[in-house]
C-alpha cells in the first residue's frame, strides 16, 4: 500500500485550530499547540527510540519548506546520520567560524559592558579599561579569541611579573575572567590559558615570592595623642574628618562617604554598607563618645539636598580624599590617611591586652584561614566596642609621652 503523502495544504492548514498533530505524510507533521500556535516537526525511529526534530513555525517556514526540510531529514536517515545532532554539529561549526573574527578586545569589551553595572565604582571600571588597553591589547587585542593561548599570555606578563608584580597579577585574573566568558558564549573552545593553578604556575613564581610587600607609611602609635590633638584644635570640617577616620580605624573612602541614614543613633553604632565595604560584607562599628561629639558638630554644615556627613564642594559629593591628604601632609609629609590604620594595629598589639581577632575585626580584615572563618561567625561587636572606647581614650591622651603609661585593658 503506498504511503499517504502531501495531505496538506495552505486552504486546509488555514482551517484546522484543534490542537493535535496532522500528518502531510513520510514523517512530516503540523503541530497545533493549545496556544493557536502551529509549527512542523519531523518525527522519525532511532532504534527503539522516537525522536522529533522541530523545523520551525508556520507560516514563517512554509509547506513547501517544511517538505523540503523533511526530504533533507529522510536522506540523513539514510545515510544513518541522526539528522537532530548533525544540526547541532552544524551550530557548533557556524559558532567556531564566527569565533574566528571576534577579537579578544571584542570579547574584552563586551564582558565589561555585561558586568560594569555590578562594580561598587567607577574606579574599578576604569583599572579594567586601563589595564587592558595597556598591557594585553598591543598583544592580543586583535586576535581572534578562539586562538589565545598560553605563548600569549606568556607574552603579556612575563616582562612585567617582576616589576610590576600586583598589576601583572590583575591583569591575568582579568584576561582568565574574559576567557572563560568567551567559553561560555561559545566564542572559544578548550581550556583557559590564563588559569593560575595546573597552568601559570609551572612557568611563573608565586606573586609572595617576587612581590616585595608595600606598607602604608604610618604614624608612631607614640606620637598620635598629640597630634590628634592638634587636629581636634583646628575645627574645620577637613580636620573634624580625619580625627572620625582615625577613631573609627576606617578607610578614607568609607570615613568620607558616611551618611547620616548609616548611624544608629540608639545603638552608637556606624553601620557602613556591603556595597560601600572593600570587603564587600556589612561592617557595624561601635562609636566612641569622641566619634559621637564629632558627628555632634558637623551638624551645622548638613544641607538639605544631601545626607553626607561629610560634604564637599560639589553637590551630592563627600569630602575629597586630596583634603584629608593635604591636611596630614602639612606636618608630616611623608605619612598616609591609611596608615593610621597601621598605627592603630601596632597599638593594639603593643599597649594592649585585647585578642588579634578582635583588632581585625575593629578593621574590617577578613579571616584568610576558612577554618578559623567557619568557626567565627560574629562581629564581635561589643568587645570592640570596648576595644574602640580604649583608643579614643587613648587619642585624647595628650600628656608628654613619656609620661604615658600603656594602656593594658583586658578584653573581656
Same mark, same amino acid.
Given at each position: 500500500?503506498?504511503?499517504?503523502?502531501?495531505?496538506?495544504?495552505?486552504? #486546509?492548514? *488555514?482551517?484546522?485550530? %484543534?490542537?493535535?498533530?496532522?500528518?502531510?505524510?513520510?514523517?512530516?507533521?503540523?503541530?497545533?499547540?493549545?496556544?493557536?500556535?502551529?509549527?512542523?516537526?519531523?518525527?522519525y525511529q532511532l532504534g527503539d527510540k522516537g525522536k522529533k526534530k522541530g523545523l520551525g513555525p508556520y507560516p514563517t517556514i512554509s509547506l513547501e519548506k517544511a517538505r523540503e526540510d523533511a526530504h533533507e531529514c529522510r536522506i540523513l536517515r539514510k545515510n544513518g546520520i541522526d539528522p537532530i545532532e548533525?544540526? #547541532?554539529? *552544524?551550530?557548533?561549526? %557556524?559558532?567556531l567560524a564566527e569565533s574566528k573574527s571576534i577579537t579578544f578586545k571584542d570579547c574584552a569589551l563586551a564582558y565589561i559592558e555585561a558586568h560594569k553595572r555590578g562594580w561598587k565604582n567607577k574606579k574599578h571600571l576604569s583599572q579594567w579599561e586601563n589595564t587592558l588597553s595597556t598591557y594585553t591589547y598591543p598583544v592580543i587585542g586583535k586576535i581572534a579569541v578562539q586562538d589565545v593561548d598560553i605563548d600569549l599570555i606568556m607574552k603579556i606578563l612575563e616582562p612585567i611579573w617582576f616589576e610590576k608584580t600586583e598589576t601583572a597579577s590583575r591583569v591575568r585574573q582579568r584576561i582568565e575572567n574574559v576567557l572563560d566568558w568567551a567559553t561560555v558564549r561559545k566564542y572559544r573552545q578548550g581550556d583557559n590559558p590564563a588559569l593560575w593553578r595546573g597552568r601559570l604556575d609551572k612557568l611563573l613564581p608565586q606573586r609572595n615570592k617576587v612581590q616585595k610587600p608595600k606598607h602604608f607609611a604610618a604614624m608612631d602609635y607614640r606620637e598620635l595623642p598629640l597630634y590628634f590633638k592638634s587636629i581636634r584644635q583646628k575645627d574645620t570640617l577637613t580636620s573634624k574628618a580625619l580625627a572620625f577616620t582615625i577613631l573609627t580605624v576606617t578607610r578614607t573612602s568609607e570615613a568620607r562617604g558616611a551618611t547620616r541614614k548609616e548611624i544608629d543613633d540608639k545603638a552608637k553604632a556606624w553601620i557602613i554598607p556591603e556595597n560601600r565595604m572593600k570587603t564587600e560584607r556589612e561592617h557595624r562599628i561601635p562609636l566612641s563618645v569622641e566619634a559621637l561629639k564629632i558627628l555632634q558638630e558637623m551638624e551645622p554644615f548638613k544641607r538639605h539636598t544631601d545626607d553626607l556627613i561629610f560634604p564637599g564642594l560639589a553637590q551630592a559629593k563627600p569630602i575629597s580624599d586630596a583634603s584629608l591628604l593635604k591636611l596630614v601632609k602639612q606636618t608630616h609629609?611623608?605619612?598616609?590617611?591609611?596608615?593610621?590604620?597601621?598605627?592603630?594595629?601596632?597599638w593594639c598589639a603593643e599597649q594592649t591586652n585585647y585578642p588579634r581577632e578582635v583588632a581585625e575585626a575593629a578593621l574590617a580584615h577578613v579571616i584568610?584561614?576558612?577554618?578559623?572563618?567557619?568557626?567565627?561567625?560574629?562581629?564581635?561587636?561589643?568587645?570592640?566596642?570596648?576595644?574602640?572606647?580604649?583608643?579614643?581614650?587613648?587619642?585624647?591622651?595628650?600628656?608628654?609621652?613619656?609620661d604615658v603609661v600603656p594602656i593594658n585593658k583586658a578584653a573581656n
Open positions: 500500500m503506498a504511503k499517504l503523502v502531501k495531505q496538506l495544504s495552505d486552504i #486546509k492548514i *488555514k482551517k484546522l485550530s %484543534k490542537p493535535g498533530a496532522y500528518p502531510d505524510g513520510d514523517g512530516l507533521y503540523l503541530q497545533i499547540r493549545s496556544s493557536g500556535a502551529k509549527d512542523w516537526f519531523y518525527r548533525h544540526q #547541532k554539529a *552544524k551550530e557548533s561549526q %557556524k559558532a609629609p611623608t605619612l598616609t590617611v591609611h596608615g593610621f590604620r597601621s598605627s592603630f594595629r601596632d584568610k584561614d576558612k577554618t578559623e572563618a567557619a568557626y567565627q561567625r560574629g562581629d564581635m561587636f561589643e568587645k570592640r566596642r570596648k576595644l574602640m572606647d580604649s583608643w579614643a581614650d587613648y587619642c585624647l591622651n595628650d600628656k608628654n609621652m613619656a
